[in-house]
């Protein structure tokens, strides 16, 4: 990322970020368009840096950049991730369910198939923000079609099925009620997504990995393993009041049976601390445990030496729109 020379640089104005960067636009409806945008992404990196300079709690400045007019998915090229690291590791906040980019929660009841739910719904939302188009994709055909498909199991089959077979719509291949495995009925049932590959999120830093998960996170939602020392935990978490505003953390991580439940990570954000006068970060994950007691969606600290070991794995996939009705 460039060094800016001097701490005004950092709040410079439109215009002079206009001929810092040599910017040209097309037609004033345009210039307005990413002057708005530019507005927002100025705020933030000031309200990050007066957060800095008073409590050096964020650990790094951040500043403006050549791409700061633009929409955070427009930092992307279509199917691979080519992006700025700099820029994705510094950006203040990033939410994906914002421009309708993540599918509703889904519930995998008492099945150990949240490897599979997981995969699902990040191959949803990068299929909405490579193709833009958000497809609802059935987990019943993974669960039904994969060998040991109702039973515990690791993300990367997930995906490695998928990249094979392709997604079939939801409702060309619903989910059953009760959620039970049943025959694989892939069978003229046309693939809606194909995914070319899955990748790992590459962490060189395995001391502090949130960073480099944050640039992952920022390019798009990334699935993830959650390590408790006890899901009761995090069950008793969603009996809280206010819970849409707790940050949940798990003090002993380390202590206990260490139980692992994959999940969706889809944003990053932080937010006041009512009780010290702070900020707290946190990571918006997405469950699938359905929507009551405020575990469709929760939060997770952030920035507070790996909660969970959030960061220290993750994987994502890279996919290609097909035409298709899946039914």
Known sequence: MEQLEDTESYYMTFEQWVK??????????????????WAEQSLKVKLHNLEYDTSKETGYRIQ???????????????????????????????????????????????????????AVSAVESHNKILNNELVVLSVQQLVDCINGGDQAGQVYQAF???????????????QTSPFVRGPCQTAKREVAVEVLRWKSVDISNHRNPEPEFQAAVTAGPVVTTLVFSSLDKLRDFSSMDNN????????????????????????????????????????????????????????????????CQIASYGMYPVVRSTVGTGV
Not at 27 to 32: A, I
Not at 92 to 114: A, F, L
Request: glycine fraction near 8%.
């Open 64 to 118: 403006l950049t050549r791409w700061s007019d633009q929409e955070q998915a427009a930092l992307l090229t279509a199917g691979d991730d080519v992006f700025d690291e700099d820029l994705l590791r510094n950006l203040p906040s990033v939410d994906w369910r914002v421009g309708n980019h993540v599918t509703e929660v889904k519930n995998q009841e008492e099945n150990p198939v949240c490897w599979i739910f997981s």
């Open 20 to 37: 810092k960067y040599d910017k040209h636009y097309d037609t004033e409806e345009v210039r307005d368009s990413r002057r708005n945008i």
């Open 244 to 307: 849409e505003e707790n940050i949940f953390s798990d003090p002993d991580p380390h202590n206990g049976n260490n139980v692992a439940h994959a999940v969706l990570v889809v944003g990053f954000g932080s937010q006041p601390n009512r009780r010290n006068d702070g900020i707290d970060h946190y990571w918006i994950v997405k469950n699938s445990w359905g929507t009551e007691d405020h575990l469709g969606f929760f939060k997770i600290a952030k920035d507070r030496g790996n909660q």
């Open 160 to 174: 490695n099925y998928m990249v094979e077979h392709g997604c079939i719509r939801e409702e060309g291949y619903p």
